[in-house]
T-cell receptor, first 114, second 110 residues
């Protein structure tokens, strides 16, 4: 089954404790992206990657890191989480050419930082 | 990225047709119009995409006038399960910086 998976689905952590949210897709997509969703603000793009070893900032990259060492994986790293990073996070992927708007989204990761 | 404006919310009843209009006055020549649907606590799902005139699939229709400064997503005969947030996105399909606004919350009542 074609899908985007994220782990963990739920995470409660404390300020400053490094964490990684994993994202994996099995559709051989070149393009992957991370979003955060907050009430009243819609989805905001954090980082995106056009291919292996190619990443770039979205609208809200501060406090986040990403890496793309393999085509299928695109982990989101919070080196020192803060309470304002409490949010619902989505990973997405798509083919690169001509269809970057036809994205497949993962189920989401709800993160709480206390 | 072209800025889009869509209503914050809409109410409807089962069996009715729901039309959501999105304004995008500064749409560029290479821009496409794309709509997504999001159910609570789920990731958005691609619904439909178009460039001009009309596009129809098994889920919805997308109407785009000749000037392309607006577009209308039409959901025929909605059911309770169509209650969701609908997002309108406008941009070049080769763009990689996508922008979702707050979307339109559609509530379908029995």
């Amino acid at each position: 089954e074609a899908q985007v998976t994220q782990n963990p689905r739920y995470l409660i952590t404390v300020t400053g404790k490094k964490l990684t949210v994993t994202c994996s897709q099995n559709m051989n997509h070149e393009y992957m992206s991370w979003y955060r969703q907050d009430p009243g603000l819609g989805l905001r793009q954090i980082y995106y990657s056009m291919n292996v070893e190619v990443t770039d900032k979205g609208d809200v990259p501060e406090g986040y890191k990403v890496s793309r060492k393999e085509k299928r994986n695109f982990p989101l790293i919070l080196e020192s989480p803060s309470p304002n990073q409490t949010s619902l996070y989505f990973c997405a992927s798509s083919f690169r050419q001509g269809s970057s708007y036809e994205q497949y989204f993962g189920p989401g990761t709800r993160l709480t930082v206390t | 990225l072209a800025k889009t404006t869509q209503p914050i919310s809409m109410d409807s009843y089962e069996g009715q047709e729901v039309n959501i209009t999105c304004s995008h006055n500064n749409i560029a020549t290479n821009d496409y119009i794309t709509w997504y649907q999001q159910f609570p606590s789920q990731g958005p799902r691609f619904i439909i995409q178009g460039y001009k005139t009309k596009v129809t699939n098994e889920v919805a229709s997308l109407f785009i006038p000749a000037d392309r400064k607006s577009s209308t997503l039409s959901l025929p005969r909605v059911s309770l399960s169509d209650t969701a947030v609908y997002y309108c996105l406008v941009g070049d399909r080769a763009d990689y910086k996508l922008s979702f606004g707050a979307g339109t919350t559609v509530t379908v009542r029995a």
